[in-house]
């Protein structure tokens, strides 16, 4: 019974480069949560999904970030033109039937901008 | 949004009993209380979630005051491998947005 996967586990990037991090949820799950993690700091809630749809994106920065969880494949959380302070862990949970039940978290991307 | 208010740090002998609280003030009545703890260089682990009554699993229980503006974290016995950052998050049934705050950090001493 495989957890939350996320890949790359590590991804650097330059300065204007794009970011793409990927999520596979848990089995027979449809609601995936982003979270960011800049060092020494708690989570911040990004954007929660579930398939095909975008349900709150009320975290995401306005610019240069998107979130996508298409019927098939994995959650996508897309970064374009990049900056330092993009640098950051980068977290993704799933759960199941509803919000209310717990979430299981993947190991995070962490994304070093150079 | 709902928020939640804990202790920056907190200490523990190992093997003994902790009492990690949680305060949520502006609970609203549809919030469930949930915990999860993090680990040096890894991802959010849940540990336990309630929305009244108190609750009990393998890991830790969950005690809900009677006005459910607060709850504390117990670990029965703390042991090294229970260090960690403690997070008490309010999650709406509608999902949404959890905000997580700092958190407390447990250190457990030998």
């Known amino acids: 019974n495989a957890g939350v996967m996320q890949n790359p586990r590590h991804l650097v990037r330059r300065r204007g480069q794009e970011a793409r991090l990927r999520c596979s949820p848990m089995k027979g799950h449809s609601h995936v949560y982003w979270y960011r993690q800049l060092p020494e700091e708690g989570l911040k809630f990004m954007v929660y999904?579930?398939?095909?749809?975008?349900?709150?994106e009320s975290g995401m920065p306005k610019e240069r970030f998107s979130a996508e969880f298409p019927k098939e494949g994995p959650s996508i959380l897309r970064i374009q033109q990049v900056v330092r302070g993009d640098s950051a862990a980068y977290f993704c949970a799933s759960s199941g039937l509803a919000g209310y039940n717990e979430q299981f978290f993947g190991p995070g991307t962490r994304l070093t901008v150079l | 949004d709902a928020k939640t208010t804990q202790p920056n740090s907190m200490e523990s002998n190992e093997e003994e009993p902790v009492h990690l609280p949680c305060n949520h003030s502006?609970?609203?009545?549809?919030?469930?209380i949930h915990w999860y703890r993090q680990l040096p260089s890894q991802g959010p682990e849940y540990v336990i979630h309630g929305l009244t009554s108190n609750v009990n699993n393998r890991m830790a229980s969950l005690a809900i005051a009677e006005d459910r503006k607060s709850s504390t974290l117990i670990l029965h016995r703390a042991t090294l491998r229970d260090a960690a950052v403690y997070y008490c998050i309010l999650v709406g049934t509608n999902a949404g947005k959890s905000t997580f705050g700092d958190g407390t950090t447990l250190t457990v001493k030998p």
């Open positions: 999904l579930q398939k095909e749809n975008i349900i709150d």
């Open positions: 502006t609970i609203s009545g549809t919030d469930y």
